[in-house]
Structure formats: structure tokens, C-alpha cells
């Protein structure tokens, strides 16, 4: 007797024949239930690793098949891309909540269920290339593809980097509210630190040893390394009150963090990206390397946290790069040529791209999260020469009940929230929330992360969108 065919996967609605559109694929993907708009109490969700919100409504103007523009990877496609694209990569993972509740596990069976598992194979290339082709043009390739290349170029990195300040922990010293600041630091960290990992243990699993009889154990020992960390990991969030729960602080990851977590994923996943990925390794752990004494310090200043994790990290020598390099390019050039050594350094010098967007988006990010009155005085000098000068611009207004609260995101430009009546709770951190009642104002500057929760029966504001040139003029 033949055996019943099994039923399709329910696609949230959408017909599998009307899936030829990219946008359309992408919507039908984020539709899952578990990916819905942020509803009034989860500011956190630190009992729900399934629980992701997207913002999904926003998908109907962002356009996923291109690629994105290098200028234009803090901005509201590159959030929610690597919000979805973070997905993806998680639902090869085994995830356990704390424990089950009824709304757990309805969040739970969306996420792994056979519908978000076909609709995440068929949104995956697109979010890669919406959100990773650009890197082609901001990459400087080798003179010449050979190993000592590629030693020379780690080599100068590490030295030129170890001698620059970095921008995030200084930015975190130089606000008035150290705690806050530190702790949304650490927010970040644990949006692409255990990623990371994952990646590594993901791409560990292999047959590696008629090539290099040492790849494997190195793949698995950095793994084992971050298992082996982890109640460390964990001493280091208690100190700020946070938890290791996966997304536990999902809306208030920053785009850059989710992309360095996504950017190593990327190519752990996609196996032809093997040699790019073992560079991305490299650069992750100089990474980890020139960055432990910096937060170690920082964090032991700001929380007073147990900083064991960081100590625990190994420090390089000053021949360890060059040498990390050798042990596992060289065996892999020897067999397969120049193309191994083009992509090893492809995954480097990407990897120390998104480091660096990194740091400059953290530190903008908190500077301004600290200076809120300062904009706030912004927002009244803007609407006060834009009535003294007659200028109209363009305006969006608002008017959400206390049912509604505004999912975490960036704007694609500066934007003013004005406003006329009610109140709300504005917040881009655990730590606070930022009351705006009426006749307020606050300048939001482009690629801000924030949202907001609607304290009063209903509030009705305006946001007043400013042009570079304009505010430039006004500032």
C-alpha cells in the first residue's frame, strides 16, 4: 500500500504559485507569527527565544531585490534584513525556553514549523544579497593572491588597529550616564558573540581530513572554548541585570551587531564559502584578542561586572596572527591555489569592515541616547525656525491607542516626534524610558534605533522629516 503523500506547509497564507516576486517572498517569511509587530509588555523577551519582532508592515515600501547600497547599510532595509536574516540562521538551532507557557509555545511551533522552514530556504539568498553584495566595492584586494600577502595584510591590521582607540569604549567613557551606556554595550556584545559561536560550532561539522588533518580539531577546540565560557558569559550580563536568553533583548539590537553575528553565519552556512569564512575566523579572533583588556576595563568600571570572560580570552603574540594564518591557509593554498587565499582574505577584510561599522554605529548611538535633552532643545530650535521662515516639509502624523506600541527601528532620515496630544514612553535601552508628554519634541537623527509605547488613552504626534541640507542650516 503506497503511503499518503504529506500535506504542503501552510505558508502563512500566501500561494506557493504567487511566490515569484522577491518582495513577496520576504513578506510571506516575515509574516510568521512569531516575527509579529512588538505588542505593549516586550520591550523584552527574555522567557521566549521565539519571539522576534520585524516589524513586518514596514516591508510593504522596502525593496529586497537589489542590493543594498554600501551608503545605505544602517537604514531601515539593512534593520529588518538582518532581523530576518538572524531568523534564517537560528532555525537550524535548537533553542529551549526557560520555561513553557501557552504564548511560548505558540510562538515556538511558528518558528519551527515546516511552513517557516521552507519560506526561510526561499527568503535566504535574497536577504544575503540585498545584504552583502555591496561589499564587493568596498573591498581592496591583494596585489597579489599568496600567502604572505595575506600574513602582511593581518600583520598591518593588527598593528594598526591595536594603536587606535576604539570608538565604542570611548564613547561609553565620555557619557554622563556610564551604567546605562555600558549596559547597552553589553546589549550588543550578546547580539553577536554567542551568533558567532554558533557559526563556528555550525561550520565544524565536516570531513576535513584528507586536506588539513588540523582544521577540525581547531574548529571544534574554539567552540568547546565558548561552551567552556559560559557561566563566565553569564556572571558578565548579571552585572548589568541581563540574561543569556537568545533574543532576549532582540529590539534593542543594534543593525551593525546583528550583521557581525549574520556576516560569519553567512559564510559558515553557505559551504562554498568556506576559505572566506576561515578568514572572517582569523579576523574574530584578533578581534576578541585586541578588544579583551578594553572591555575588560570597561566593564569593570561602568557595572563593576565580574570581567573573568574577558580575561579568559587568550591574548595573541605578536607572531600569533601571521602564524594562525600559515596554519590554516597554507595547507588549503598548497591544494586548491590562488582562489583560496582571494577569499581567505575576502573573509578578513569584510569581517574588519562590519568591526568597524560597528564601532562607529555604537558610539553614535550611544552619544546620542545620552544627550536626549540636548535634542530635544534640537527639535524646538528646528520647528521654531521652520515656523519662523514659513518652510513646509514633509510630515507624517500618528494617532495610536494605549494598545500600541511602535516595534524598535531606524529612520531613513532626521525626523522630528512632535507631540500635540497624549503621552508616551520613548526608549532605546533597558534601562530607562524617556517620558514625552504633550507639546514635546525630540530630533531623532537618521539610523537611530528607538521605539515607543503609548502611555495615555491615545496619542496623536507628528514627525516633521528634515533634510540634511536643511538641518545642517539650522544646526
Not at 507631540?419 to 539610523?447: C, R, Y
Amino acid at each position: 500500500m503506497t503511503a499518503p503523500k504529506p500535506a504542503a506547509p501552510h505558508l502563512a497564507g500566501y500561494d506557493p504559485k504567487a511566490l515569484e516576486d522577491r518582495n513577496d517572498i520576504v513578506k510571506a517569511f516575515a509574516a510568521n507569527h512569531a516575527f509579529r509587530a512588538a505588542e505593549w509588555a516586550e520591550l523584552t523577551t527574555e522567557d521566549n527565544p521565539y519571539r522576534r519582532p520585524v516589524r513586518p508592515d514596514d516591508l510593504a515600501w522596502l525593496d529586497y531585490d537589489r542590493a543594498m547600497p554600501a551608503a545605505d547599510v544602517l537604514k531601515l532595509s539593512g534593520l529588518l534584513g538582518h532581523r530576518m536574516l538572524r531568523n534564517v540562521y537560528d532555525l537550524e538551532a535548537l533553542y529551549l525556553p526557560p520555561a513553557e507557557t501557552p504564548a511560548v509555545r505558540a510562538d515556538q511551533d511558528a518558528f519551527y514549523s515546516p511552513g517557516n522552514r521552507v519560506l526561510s530556504a526561499l527568503a535566504k539568498p535574497i536577504l544575503e544579497h540585498h545584504l552583502f553584495a555591496f561589499l564587493d566595492g568596498e573591498r581592496t584586494p591583494l596585489d597579489r593572491p599568496t600567502v604572505a600577502a595575506v600574513k602582511n595584510h593581518v600583520t598591518e591590521y593588527v598593528a594598526r588597529r591595536g594603536a587606535s582607540p576604539s570608538k565604542a569604549v570611548d564613547a561609553v567613557l565620555n557619557t554622563r550616564g556610564k551604567r546605562e551606556a555600558g549596559t547597552f554595550l553589553m546589549l550588543q556584545l550578546s547580539a553577536f558573540l554567542p551568533a558567532m559561536n554558533t557559526a563556528v560550532g555550525r561550520a565544524a561539522v565536516g570531513e576535513y581530513d584528507l586536506v588539513s588533518d588540523t582544521l577540525r580539531p581547531f574548529l571544534l577546540d574554539e567552540y568547546r572554548s565558548w561552551v567552556t565560557a559560559s557561566a563566565a558569559y553569564e556572571r558578565l550580563l548579571g552585572a548589568a541585570d541581563l540574561k543569556t536568553s537568545t533574543a532576549a533583548y532582540w529590539q534593542l539590537y543594534l543593525n551593525s551587531s546583528l550583521a557581525r553575528g549574520n556576516h560569519l553565519h553567512q559564510l559558515a552556512v553557505n559551504r562554498e564559502d568556506t576559505f572566506a569564512f576561515l578568514g572572517a575566523l582569523v579576523h574574530k579572533k584578533i578581534d576578541e584578542s585586541l578588544t579583551r583588556d578594553r572591555f575588560d576595563d570597561a566593564f569593570a568600571t561602568f557595572l563593576t561586572a565580574d570581567t573573568g570572560y574577558f580575561t579568559g580570552i587568550a591574548r595573541l603574540t605578536e607572531t600569533a596572527p601571521a602564524e594562525l594564518v600559515d596554519r590554516l591557509l597554507t595547507p588549503l593554498a598548497a591544494r586548491y591555489g590562488d582562489r583560496v587565499v582571494a577569499e581567505f582574505h575576502r573573509g578578513f577584510a569584510d569581517a574588519a569592515w562590519f568591526a568597524d561599522l560597528w564601532e562607529t554605529d555604537l558610539a553614535t548611538q550611544v552619544t546620542w541616547a545620552d544627550n536626549i535633552e540636548e535634542y530635544q532643545d534640537k527639535a524646538a530650535r528646528i520647528d521654531k525656525y521652520l515656523t519662523d521662515e514659513n518652510i513646509e516639509v514633509d510630515l507624517d502624523t500618528f494617532v495610536e491607542s494605549c494598545d500600541e506600541t511602535s516595534t524598535t527601528h531606524v529612520h531613513n532620515e532626521h525626523r522630528l516626534v512632535m507631540i500635540e496630544a497624549g503621552q508616551m514612553h520613548f526608549w532605546n535601552n533597558v534601562t530607562h524610558k524617556i517620558e514625552l508628554n504633550q507639546g514635546d519634541k525630540l530630533l531623532i537623527p537618521i539610523s537611530r534605533l528607538h521605539g515607543s509605547t503609548v502611555l495615555s488613552g491615545e496619542c496623536t504626534y507628528h514627525q516633521p522629516i528634515i533634510p540634511d541640507d536643511l538641518l545642517a542650516r539650522i544646526l
